[in-house]
């Protein structure tokens, strides 16, 4: 056992929490069947339902969250993860609380940093360094604390200055809706780890946005979770961990199904994976982000997953939340 496996170990264990998604883009049946699909998610025994937040083919986030807090009754309702470049904050932390207190306290914040330069430059929007997008984030969230608590915000920083800004309406939930920050590199893991409630672990990306097939492994996940627990000190145990699984394949032969998988990566499928590396069938197995075999194995190893990492908020695509489903009950409560 690594030091990393055995630190995880000794810190206590969350119970477990899950996530569906959704855009409203054609696939799902379009903005017009947005609201059934959050529904189903509930009905299904989801915790949560995240919507992103891009400019492309889907449903306005904050829009859709207003509808659904009217539609659904029990499942929390988030972002996953808004870009910051959007928003100012002050405008943001209104919407937030507005959301909070129609849905009767359901909300889960999702902010990033913004990543998809595309989208800035097709809006005519500047599209910062990552240094500099990573600073105004942090600002950010620090304004988004003191607005969500219904405080009063004097705030003068490098990007953004709040001048006895009252946070209206107050929220819900006390003393805020959580935060949930999401990032892969050090620098974004770290400032999440100061800010932040919930923390989505993502693996890192190529500069065309394609996922990096090493950053998939167990060994690249504890190294994620350990430069929180490093920089989050005695706030650790107050984060609460999510990664979403990217795939999920149900079948009677584990091993049989992951060298399938690694064929269909030499052969360049997925096409948004970059192949910089390549795993081992144990590596597949192992992965946090691929769920291979039958419901009972898909748990065990999500608790396998937990127990090395602590990580316990599981997140799942639009396209595998019926796929999903049948593991939820067999995790529920642990």
């Known amino acids: ?10 810190a206590p264990l969350r119970t477990f929490r899950f996530a569906a998604g959704g855009e409203g883009n054609p696939d799902e049946g379009g903005a017009r069947r947005f609201v059934k699909l959050a529904q189903k998610a509930e009905e299904l025994g989801f915790d949560s339902f995240m919507i992103p937040d891009h400019l492309g083919n889907q449903v306005g986030p904050i829009a859709a969250l207003g509808a659904l807090a009217v539609a659904t009754d029990k499942i929390r309702l988030g972002t996953a993860v808004l870009a910051n470049g959007f928003r100012h904050p002050a405008v943001l932390a209104k919407d937030a609380t507005t959301i909070d207190q129609i849905s009767g306290g359901r909300l889960e914040l999702g902010i990033g940093a913004g990543w998809l330069k595309e989208e800035y430059d097709k809006a005519g929007m500047a599209y910062e360094s990552p240094g500099v997008r990573i600073e105004k984030l942090d600002e950010s969230l620090t304004i988004l604390d003191t607005l969500m608590r219904g405080q009063e915000c004097h705030f003068q920083g490098k990007h953004y200055q709040v001048n006895g800004l009252q946070g209206s309406p107050r929220p819900r939930q006390g003393p805020r809706p959580p935060i949930a920050v999401g990032g892969g590199g050090p620098k974004m893991l770290a400032m999440a780890a100061k800010h932040a409630d919930i923390i989505s672990l993502v693996p890192s990306t190529t500069r065309e946005g394609k996922l990096k097939l090493s950053e998939i492994t167990m060994e690249k996940s504890i190294e994620r979770v350990e430069l929180i627990r490093a920089a989050a000190g005695d706030r650790f145990a107050d984060i609460e961990l999510n990664w979403t699984i990217t795939t999920i394949l149900i079948s009677d032969d584990r091993e049989q199904t992951a060298e399938m998988v690694i064929g269909a990566l030499d052969n360049g499928f997925p096409p948004n994976m970059e192949v910089d ?3 081992t069938v144990e590596q597949i197995l192992e992965s946090p982000y691929i769920a291979i075999g039958s419901f009972e194995e898909i748990a065990d190893q999500i608790r396998n ?11 799942v695509f639009p396209t595998q939340m019926d796929a999903f489903a ?3 009950p067999l995790l529920a409560g642990e």
Do not use: E, K
């Not at 056992?1 to 000794?10: K, L, R």
């Not at 997953?305 to 997140?315: C, D, F």
């Open 305 to 315: 997953v937990r127990a090395r990492t602590t990580m316990s908020y599981v997140g």
């Open 326 to 328: 049948p593991v939820i």
């Open 1 to 10: 056992m690594s030091s990393a496996d055995a630190a995880a170990t000794t």
């Open 277 to 279: 590396t390549r795993l």
